[in-house]
Every structure is written in structure tokens, then in C-alpha cells.
């Protein structure tokens, strides 16, 4: 089993070869990461959509870790010509953490199976963000894509740009609705620049970007607790409170398919709810604001009247029913998500060890000791060739 041992491979420095868009200098190495578990199908057109890029693949690594699929994910990613390793941890953090380590590459792609880059310079366009700007900790797309073909449910996360009409409300979700045109989200726009917006965070006002197709630099990752478990949001926030807090959201979209139905979403969302208090000792971001400012979200959502305004909103902009699903959730989100806290609170009062019966990775006190990488001799048995 691997078990996350050496320390990291050492990122090679690309930037100071000299660098530019005319094609004079070489574009740098990009070591793409892939947690994956069953994930057969959208690995497939994951990694198509990844060589479909209009960039030099010679240029792109792509390391695929495998959480022990059933099916054929490793067949799959080996036919791509990826590098698969073994997670078997069944934590999809610890398998980001796993390809970070192997990575070799200053620039990494964080992306999911279920993510599509749906147009040919999507990489350069990251790519040529973080290179233009030195001081962006990095870059990804500022819409999810929005495909007619898509089930409803997963055209309504599309179309408000969330998985969780919380985050809709709270103003914390990381990509735009289709209703929006500019950056409306929190953070202070430096510069809007026709490929892209320059978005500087703070704590308190950071979303919880780092995934989806997510470009950053290796050197700031491992300044935050990457290991064993790489939180995307909980190390993001990191950088920003110690000063890297520049981000680039690009004029672009990516393609998520997130869920087939709205059982798969409320299912999805419930899950989260159940890990949000299970992993509180061992997580960096929690939510800053108010209560009142949570309370106000909270009954903008369950009064209904808000919501279905948003929905006929987008409505009039872009024909189609999915948007009204956005009412409906906002009325069944908050009362699951005070059923999950309930259940919670009367675990921790019957049991006084927390929600979860597994033991935490790591104490609150602990969270900044990184477990060491496996040794060479070690990892040359985990790669499956």
C-alpha cells in the first residue's frame, strides 16, 4: 500500500528559462493530477478533453491515483499514457497529496475525472495567466459550461455556477452564475484584463477555489500542510493569510458532470454536511461571517420568494426549466443541513469523541506535521506500470 512516505520530487525551474506566447520560448512542463476512483467513463473524457489542448504534450505529465477502482480507471488512464499511482486510503485529499509528491513539474493541474476542459487553449490561457502575473498563486475558469444535454439537475449547478445553494446565498461559491456578465463575487478586483479577472482575496472573503481544473504553483503548495491530505480549499486559504492572495478567474468555462439527478445532489450535499463536522479538528477553513449574516442567506432561501426570483431571472436570460430547481433545493438544503447538524450535536453528547467512530488524521495541535513520502526504492513498487 502506498503510504506517504520521501520527501516531494523537487519542481524544475521553468520560469527562469525565460518564457513568452510567440512560440520563441519552449511553454513550461505541467504535471496534471487525477485523484480517481471507478471512474472509467469521465476519466475517458477527462483525459481526451486534456489532449485535445492546443499545447505541447510533451510538455504534459499526467499522474493518475487510483483509490483501488473495480473497473477499468487504470486500464483507462495507461492507454492515455498517465502514470498511475495507488492511493487505497479512499480519500480523494490524500490522493492529491500522493500526486503533489510525485509531481515534477512547477506548474500542477489539479482537475477531477467528472471535469472537462472544453476549449483548445484552456491550458495556455492558464498557463500564460501565471506566467504574465508571478504573484497569482493561480488560475482557473470563471463559469462551469452549461450543455443543454446535461440531466436538469447538473444544468442547474451549471447555470448558478454552485453545487450548494448555501454557497449561492453566502456569497462563497467559487464560479459565476450565467447571469453574470463581470466578477460579482467576493474579493477585490485588481485588474479585468480580456482574458481573465485579477481577483485579490482575504481570509475572510475567500472561496473555496483550488479545484475543478484548478493551475497553480508547486513551490506555494508545499508551504501549506499538503500532507498527508491535500484540502484544496483549506490550503488556498492558507496562502492567502500569508500574503499570496492574488488569483486569476479566467474569461472561460469548464465542464463538471457533477450530478445525474437531484437525489444524486442531495445526496452529495448531505455527505459534505456529515464530513464538514466529522473533519472540523483536522481542517483550516471554517466560515467567518456573522450569524446574522448566515441567518439573514438562510431566510432569503427558505422564504422562497428570493430564490424563485433568481430562477425566473435566469429564466428570461436563458430558456430553461433547471433553473427552477434552485427554489425547490433552497428550501430542502437548510432543513437536511439542520437535521445532519442535530444528529451531529446528539453524537457528540452521547459519545463525546465527535461524529465520526474512525479516529481523525490528525489533532488540531498537529495540523502542521507533513508525514514523510515513500522512498525511491518504495515508490518504484507503487507505480503501476
Known sequence: MFEDSTPPAEPRDQESQGWDNTGAQPWPEVSIIIPVYNAEQELVRCLASIEAQDYPVSQLHILVIDDDS?????????????????????????????????????????????????????LRLAVTALIEHPDVVGAQAAW????RRDPPANRYCSLFGIGDPVAYYLRRQDHLSHLDTDWTLSGQIV????????????PQTMPTVGSQGFLT????????????????????????AAGHDLYALLRCEVTHDYVRSIA????????????????????????????????LSLLKMVTVVIPLHDAWRGYRRLRDPAWFIHPILCVFVPVMYAYVWVQWRLRVLGRGNGWSRRAPMARQGERRQHVAMPTTEQVSAEVEQ
Open 70 to 122: 473495480i473497473d477499468r480507471t487504470r486500464e483507462v488512464a495507461r492507454e492515455h499514457g498517465a502514470m498511475v499511482l495507488r492511493n487505497g486510503h479512499k480519500n480523494i485529499e490524500r490522493g492529491k497529496s500522493i500526486g503533489l509528491a510525485h509531481a515534477q513539474s512547477e506548474f500542477i493541474l489539479l482537475i477531477d475525472s467528472d471535469n472537462r476542459l472544453p476549449r483548445a487553449d484552456w
Open 144 to 147: 462551469f459550461a452549461y450543455d
Open 191 to 202: 485588474e479585468r484584463a480580456p482574458t481573465h479577472f485579477l481577483v485579490r482575496f482575504t
Open 217 to 240: 504553483r508547486k513551490s506555494l503548495l508545499l508551504q501549506t500542510n499538503w500532507s498527508p491530505a491535500l484540502f484544496h480549499v483549506d490550503s488556498n486559504l492558507q496562502l492567502v
Open 264 to 295: 444524486h445532489l442531495s445526496g452529495k450535499l448531505h455527505r459534505n454536511a456529515r464530513l464538514f463536522y466529522s473533519q472540523q479538528a483536522t481542517r483550516e477553513h471554517v466560515w467567518t461571517m456573522s450569524t446574522s449574516t448566515i441567518a
